[in-house]
């Protein structure tokens, strides 16, 4: 038997034996893709729930059963993804709750835009949201809904878009807690959040994140790994972009964290923040970032590297900075360490073992006001295996390559480098002095001149590239 709507199958009044077959052609109207086949349980009382399990009006014992495979689509349930005023809230929230009940993993969103006034939540180990591609399959968050993993091993979300499209209490658009081992992959945020476009909140250890956005985020950061117990975090070929008012991503713990191939773009308030406050203490314990590409085109906006410092404890043991390019390199730094709010005191900042290698840049616009590459001023202390260079950069320099230095540790308020024979009198404390006609690089601080060796600073002649490594 076939019928062309649930409509009508609710209506049916056929007498039927046990185990017949129907075959329903659309949800709401035939070939709207919320079909598919059914047996008659003739003697099932089992509560409908609008999609698996469906009960004929008239009927009161006996029910219309779907036939599942390992996937369970949310048109199923009367899902329209139309977008607009049309709410899919009730019918994705039957669609979970079936995926529970039956042990069916996968819940299918196919192409559509579906609308939703409360939380998506995954509760299940191995649970998994699917959708038809990134651009296609579209969650829209209504009256502060998010996407939720909680609770739950080994998660799966892939291949579809959240948007949250106005100011509406939205405070993730994606939350990850307790959830270790999560896969996030091909998934798109965008809108307007109060916190953040992507939260790793606290024991979501060893997730993985590959070819995942945040783009045009409105209010709040693109993302947040603010919690403890976040061991092995990865980020494989994310975009974090466009940020308007925060951060590309603030990281106030990390332990053994790799990002690797990032691309970060004009994100206001720098593209990676690390972040310490009253309650949120700052550990990052060795945080490897490999290949990035990092762009800042308006010379308003934060450098690449910042650090937040409300309050509390920001300890940097381990940065890893492993090739990359940096394009539009109008801010003022690559690496801005000094991290003090106005008011917020300097107590408990410390960087140890910082190490930023192979970075190339490719700028336009460059003029006297690019001070350099990283600047670490007071309230560092012990920053070592990376010299903390602020370099005052020639007029119309095309290009900077930084490759390695570790021939010093400074703990000084640094000062830009100074190009020319050199002169004591004009010397300060912190800063580095390449004189030209001796060939060597000196470094003076409260203590005294030290020559650090010919050539631990080339220029080539006629050239707009400084190449400062370990000679």
Request: hydrophobic letters at 40%; glycine letters at 10%.
């Amino acid at each position: 038997m076939k019928f062309n709507s649930m409509v009508d199958l609710r209506a049916d009044v056929t007498a039927l034996n046990p185990n017949d077959l129907i075959h329903l052609l659309g949800y709401y109207s035939p070939g709207d893709g919320g079909g598919g086949d059914f047996y008659w349980d003739a003697t099932s009382t089992d509560t409908d729930n609008g999609g698996s399990v469906i009960k004929r009006t008239a009927i009161a014992v006996g029910r219309f059963k779907a036939i599942l495979n390992d996937v369970i689509n949310v048109k199923r349930f009367g899902a329209k993804g139309v977008g607009g005023s049309d709410d899919d809230t009730q019918a994705i929230a039957n669609a979970l709750a079936a995926c529970v009940a039956t042990g069916i993993q996968v819940l299918y969103l196919p192409q559509g835009e579906y609308a939703t006034t409360q939380d998506i939540v995954l509760t299940q180990d191995h649970q998994i949201i699917k959708g038809e591609s990134r651009d296609d399959a579209i969650i829209v968050l209504n009256s502060g809904a998010k996407v939720i993993v909680n609770n739950a091993q080994y998660a799966q979300l892939s291949s579809f878009k959240i948007i949250a499209p106005k100011e509406q209490g939205c405070v993730n658009g994606l939350l990850l807690n307790s959830s270790p081992g999560t896969l996030v992959e091909d998934v798109y945020v965008t809108g307007y959040f109060t916190e953040c476009g992507i939260r790793v909140g606290e024991a979501c250890y060893s997730t993985r994140f590959v070819r995942c956005f945040t783009n045009e985020i409105q209010t709040g950061d693109g993302w947040w790994f603010r919690n403890e117990g976040n061991n092995s975090i990865q980020l494989q070929s994310c975009y974090i972009l466009n940020t308007k008012a925060g951060c590309g991503i603030s990281i106030s713990q990390a332990n053994n964290m790799v990002i690797d191939a990032p691309q970060l773009e004009a994100n206001k308030e720098g593209h990676i923040q690390f972040y310490a406050a009253e309650g949120v203490p700052g550990a990052i314990r060795s945080l490897i970032i490999n290949d990035l590409y990092s762009e800042q085109s308006d010379a308003a906006n934060k450098p690449t590297f910042t650090i937040k410092h409300v309050s509390g404890v920001m300890n940097i043991r381990g940065l890893y900075v492993n090739g990359g390019y940096v394009n539009g390199f109008t801010m003022p730094y690559f690496a801005d360490f000094t991290g003090i709010i106005s008011g917020s005191g300097t107590v408990g900042v410390s960087c140890h073992n910082v190490n930023i290698q192979n970075i190339t840049a490719a700028g336009y616009n460059i003029d006297t006001s690019v001070r350099g590459y990283i600047t670490g001023p007071a309230p560092l202390n012990d920053l070592t295996e990376c010299c903390p260079l602020v370099v005052t950069l020639p007029g119309n320099a095309a290009s900077v390559s930084v490759v390695r230095n570790r021939s010093i540790g400074i703990a000084e308020p640094m000062q830009p480098l100074l190009l020319g024979p050199y002169n004591p009198t004009l010397a300060q404390a912190g800063g580095l002095w390449y004189d030209a006609m001796q060939d060597n690089l000196r470094f003076k601080d409260t203590k005294g001149e030290y020559i650090l060796g010919a050539r631990s600073l080339y220029i080539p002649p006629l050239s707009a590239q400084f190449l400062i490594s370990q000679r």
